[in-house]
């Protein structure tokens, strides 16, 4: 009996082309834009290297000071003393606002009071905020070059396939040693074949290069830069304060900890770090560790906003918003069209009912339908989105930021579609099974 359904169901989807178009299109399309969406986000949220430690993260990008405005008000009563009426006067401390003065932190406050977290497991320093042009053969090449510690390299795991990073002794000694991206080789000389031991002028200065990484496009830039030095190299005499200066932190947990617990001990150190040095400025009376998740950190890429927690929230619902739109909008144009479709059928279903089939059969009839058109839909979707990736992995609209196919992602996505696929073929088929007989045959209509 199925067997008959699918081939009848074929035989129904040649009927209309137009209606199978449009229904396949609705399923297909949406399917391909919600893969190529989703793969992206994985390439930039996944736990693939140099990454693996993603979820285990918490980035200090910004180093806060703020003083805390009160006004005092006074109060003027009139009480009765010994008879006589006199003026009692109090005074009232209220909160009228506050200053605050954002920056990237100084590297020696995150040495001495970021690197003994009880819940860590790691911690690296870098600036991520440094690029230089340089000309190679006539062609301007603009390297995003990151200044970093030697712990960079166990927080995130670059795959290095040619020579080593650099270590402890090399930051100490302050050697103009350099990592760079397999991009950087290919722009700067033209080949990623033995590149360790040749030269990069950078900034007027000769960097060796030690080491060579595969580089993975990443769009936060302390993940993919172009090169990777020791920031024992930079003139950090320059730095604005004691407070404030040019760095990044990023602490790795242990794993089975979680990152508000983190979050905590952070705010810990940062009441440990004295408010005493000269260069805080007049007024300030608090410092504060802005920490956030990775996850936290790229939403507010998405949405700004100072609860950096508020971010990722927002971001999540927009995912799913998009999610839902993408699902339910070709659903119920797919129920409509259904709708429409089964209309133009009355007479085969009132002849089915005529001879002995019961409302079950009608049902599931319609239903296999639906559920074969939207695995054809579902196809070709997964051509859309095979075609897409690979359109944009060889056009370079994301740099070297390569989309990779996410299987499981579409497996889920494919039932769902087949789940909303069942639903907008349940309910008309229900309402024309309970079609009386002689109006099917005699007016052709629900």
């Known amino acids: ?29 949406t399917l391909g834009i919600l893969m190529v969406i989703f793969s992206f986000l994985q390439g930039e949220l996944g736990t693939d290297a140099p990454n693996s430690n993603k979820d285990d993260l918490v980035i200090i990008g910004t180093l806060r000071l703020q003083r805390i405005h009160y006004d005092t008000i006074p109060t003027i009563d009139t009480v009765m003393v010994n008879g006589v009426e006199v003026f009692d006067t109090t005074m009232e401390t209220r909160h009228r606002g506050s200053s605050m003065w954002n920056s990237s932190m100084n590297n020696g406050i995150g040495e001495e009071f970021l690197s003994d977290l009880p819940s860590a497991i790691n911690r690296t320093i870098f ?43 090399d930051m100490d000694e302050a050697a103009q040693v350099t990592v760079i991206s397999t991009k950087t080789a290919k722009e700067y000389f033209g080949t990623t074949d033995h590149i360790v031991d040749r030269e990069i002028l950078l900034d007027g200065k000769n960097y060796k290069v030690i080491g060579m990484y595969q580089d993975k496009g990443k769009i936060i830039p302390f993940i993919s830069p172009d090169l990777v030095i020791p920031y ?25 900890v979680d990152a508000q617990t983190v979050k905590n001990e952070i705010i810990n ?42 971010s990722l929230s927002i ?66 979707g997964l051509a859309i989105a095979v075609g897409l990736m690979k359109f944009i992995n060889n056009s370079g609209f ?8 996410n299987t ?36 052709n209509k629900i």
């Open 269 to 310: 150190a940062a009441s440990m770090v004295p408010l005493d040095h000269p260069s805080m400025p007049d007024g300030y009376n608090e410092l504060i560790f802005m920490s956030k998740t990775y996850n936290e950190m790229f939403a507010q890429g998405v949405y700004s906003d100072d609860d950096a927690s508020k």
């Open 1 to 29: 009996m199925i067997s008959n359904y699918i081939k009848l169901a074929l035989r129904v989807l040649g009927r209309r082309k137009f209606f199978t178009f449009i229904s396949l299109f609705g399923i297909s399309f």
């Open 398 to 405: 994301l740099g070297t930021n390569t989309m990779v196919f």
């Open 232 to 256: 024992s190299n930079m003139t950090l005499v320059n730095q604005d304060s004691y407070y404030h200066g040019y760095f990044t932190t990023a602490i790795q947990k242990k794993s089975e």
């Open 408 to 443: 499981k992602f579409f497996l889920y996505s494919f039932l769902l579609t087949i789940v909303f696929g069942v639903v907008s073929g349940f309910l008309p088929a229900y309402r024309m099974s309970k079609l009386n007989i002689v109006n099917a045959l005699k007016e």
């Open 127 to 169: 600036n991520d905020g440094s690029q230089y042009d340089v000309y190679v053969n006539g062609i301007k090449l603009t390297l995003q070059t990151l200044y970093s510690d030697a712990n960079y390299w166990e927080v995130f795991n670059h795959d290095i396939i040619e020579g080593r990073a650099f270590d402890q002794t």
């Open 315 to 380: 971001m999540k619902w927009v995912l799913f918003g998009l999610l839902a739109f993408f699902i339910i909008l070709p659903t119920l144009n797919l129920i409509n069209l259904n709708v429409s479709r089964i209309m133009e059928r009355s007479s085969e279903i009132g002849v089915r009912k005529a001879f002995g089939a019961h409302q079950g059969n009608i049902i599931f009839q319609f239903i296999v339908e639906n559920i074969i058109q939207t695995v054809l839909g579902g196809l070709i």
